[in-house]
């Protein structure tokens, strides 16, 4: 299933005249900022389309299957290539050895080139047995207290690596589920020992134009301690590894109302906040629909990235993920709706008048600060967001695009309705 130009374009002028109404009318309102420039910094935001995001997502109680779903590698590049076509902002795909080993790299790459995809962040898994594995990651992985199963999880990780420069990635990300369930179970200096040690020979391995991604969540596989367990513990091991290592932050890897703006605001200040999973959530990691629970949250948050991006040139644009994966929605209609609600929390934070917003802070007048935050967020972006879509070839309305060349239908019809992504 590949979609044409040709196909995009005939949608988009049914709903062209609309758009171009609302978006003379929003432009001629915005006075303090050029548009044109939020349309050229949304139309180049690219987020990748992680590829375990792409078959129906499971709970530990089940899995519904949605029919249609990518098998292969190959396919699963071939539904980004449908995001891409529909949004012009999935041009990344990020892989998870062992489940997307390529069999042919060639045809791997001129699949993705065709797409004009990019791989990103290679992911490596230390938190499930493989099949053919000596030892088994029951008691943990890299923070193991075996010599043995760290250089086992230790070679898997410089194995993806290798596999990932076959492909053209420049970077690692790592998650651990490494932890304990029960007090006492593990000796807290000798895990954290161990980690560090582990990562620093792994970060050691990467070629030099590679950046390591170190990801932490509190809780879960683990319910008592996680080896990785937040920003603070990520960053000291990233310290340790060097300049190319960074922290991650994953939007559901937080505990209920941490500041994680604030969090994102430290990491940059610091040059330090390398990459970036999307997702939202109410509870825990749920990796529900990005902007689905917590918008206004999301909107802060790129508040802090954009003003980060702009005046922290040592941190590196970070690279942008979305983690987000289901059991009961189209997972291409919840990435739609994912990248969708991405772009406009984007450009909600561009349109805040920050000199405005610099003079209320000099000021402490508290609520001007809060109504200038405000004004930008109760903004209808949605104009501009379309815009930059349009720019791009894209289309103005993806997920109605999507349905109305009937995707899904055409998946099932070319794969089955029995098919299984491999994937969590
Ligand atoms: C597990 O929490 C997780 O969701 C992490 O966020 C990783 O990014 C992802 O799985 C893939 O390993
Ligand atoms: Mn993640
Ligand atoms: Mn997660």
Redesign the pocket.
Known sequence: MKIEQDQISTINKTSWQQHNEAFDHLASTIKHIDVEDIISTLAEFQIAIPSWALGAGGTRFGRFRFGGEPATLAQKLNDIGVLHSLTGSAGAVSLHIPWDIPEDYKAIKEIASSHNIEFDAVNSNTFQDQPDAQHSYKFGSLSHIHRDIRNQAIAHNKEVIDIGTKLGSKSLTI?LADGSSFPGQHNFQKAFSHTRESIVDIYNYMPEDWKLFI?Y?PY?PNFYSTVIQDWGTSLLLANACGERAFTLV?L??HLPNTNIEQIVATLMLHGKLGGF?F?DSKYG?D?LTVGAIKPYALFLIFNELVYGMKHNTNNPTPSWMI?ASHNIKDPLEDLLQSLDAAMIAYAKAMLIDQKKLSEAQQSNDVSRCQEILKDAYLTDVRPIVQQARLNVSAALHPLEAYRSLNVRKQLIKERGLKTAATGL
């Open positions: 998650w990801e969540k879960e994953d559901g890897h999973h997702n990691d990796d983690d």
